[in-house]
C-alpha cells in the first residue's frame, strides 16, 4: 500500500476533525484550526481530491467537529467559538447525527451538567433537549471527549474526565443519564455502542 499526500492545502493551519459524508457521491469534509470547514470531492475518478471551502469566516474560532446528515446535504460544523451554525451558550466539541432519525443531531459542549445538546434541523436555533452529568474532577471540560449514537438512535453515550460512561435515553425528558458506569480508572475518550 502506498501514501500519498494530497496536493491541494486549502488550510493554512492544522485539520482536527476529518469525516466522510453519507452521501451517494464520494466526499468528505475537514474542519480547521484555521476556522475553516473544507468539502472535498473526488476529481472524475483520478485518485485525486478537489477541495471547496464552505466557509471561513463563520467561526471565529478552530472548528471541532464537522458531520454530514444524510437525508439531505448539509454540513454541520462545530466550532470552539460556541457556533455551530448558530450561537450557543458554550464552546461546541463535536457534532454527531443521529443514524435513524435524520432530523436529530447532538452536540457536545463545554457546560457542565449540559454536555449534550439535542436539535433538530427543523427547528432552527432550537435546542430539545440537553443531557448531563456533574463532573467529580476538577478538570477541565476542554478535553475532546466522544459521543456515539446506540444503532437505534435511542440511546447517546458520553465518556467523561472522569473514568465514568454515562448512558442518556432521548426518549425521556430527564437531564442526568439514564445511567452511569464507572470502568476506568482514568478519563473515558470515546465509547461505542456494538
Known sequence: MRVGYLE???HTKGIINIVFMPWENICFVTGGSDHAVILWTEKDGENLWKPKALHRSMHSSAVMGVAGMQQKQ???SAGVDENYGHQIDSKCMSVLPNPCDFNLFMIQTGTPERQLRLFDIRLRQTEIHAFGWKQESSESQSALINQAWS???LYITSG?????IHIFDIRYNAHKPSQSVKAHQKRVFNVVFG
Open 8 to 10: 491541494e492545502k486549502p
Open 74 to 76: 448539509i454540513v454541520l
Open 151 to 153: 444503532p437505534d438512535g
Open 160 to 164: 467523561s474526565v472522569d473514568p465514568v
